[in-house]
């Protein structure tokens, strides 16, 4: 539905300016400057596929729940950053990080995506749509 694809996009961007302000804390920048990119919005409605994969899945274990989503988020991070890279307009560059592939996604990255996959069945199984 659109207001989901609409909620998962302003939920991402939110979570990725909290994450990037706390982020400059590493760098000495009390600002606790957050950034994003308009590319994002897209990448992060798409969670809103959660929705009815979540009403697939009811009745699997937590566990598994996680790990299927954090494997979407991990296949749609990557995808989506392969094609703006090809562009060169990928707003992320993950190419000198440890456990990167193509520069695009981060495993260390997988405890986030994990309970990300969590939020967003929580905030889409318990909204009016639902």
């Given at each position: 539905?659109?207001?989901?694809?609409?909620?998962?996009?302003?939920?991402?961007?939110?979570?990725?300016?909290?994450?990037?302000?706390?982020?400059?804390?590493?760098?000495?920048?009390?600002?606790?400057?957050?950034?994003?990119?308009?590319?994002?919005?897209?990448?992060?409605?798409?969670?809103?596929?959660?929705?009815?994969?979540?009403?697939?899945?009811?009745?699997?274990?937590?566990?598994?729940?996680g790990f299927i989503y954090m494997t979407g988020i991990f296949g749609v991070?990557?995808?989506?950053?392969?094609?703006?890279?090809?562009?060169?307009?990928?707003?992320?560059?993950?190419?000198?990080?440890?456990?990167?592939?193509?520069?695009?996604?981060?495993?260390?990255?997988?405890?986030?995506?994990?309970?990300?996959g969590l939020l967003y069945e929580r905030m889409l199984t318990h909204s009016?749509?639902?």
């Open positions: 539905m659109k207001s989901d694809f609409i909620k998962c996009g302003m939920t991402g961007w939110c979570l990725e300016i909290l994450w990037t302000g706390l982020q400059s804390l590493l760098h000495h920048d009390w600002k606790l400057t957050g950034v994003s990119s308009l590319h994002m919005f897209p990448i992060y409605g798409a969670a809103s596929l959660v929705g009815p994969l979540s009403r697939r899945l009811k009745g699997c274990g937590m566990p598994l729940r991070e990557y995808l989506s950053g392969s094609f703006l890279k090809k562009h060169h307009c990928c707003p992320w560059d993950y190419s000198n990080a440890p456990f990167q592939i193509g520069g695009v996604i981060r495993l260390d990255y997988a405890p986030l995506w994990f309970a990300t009016p749509q639902a």
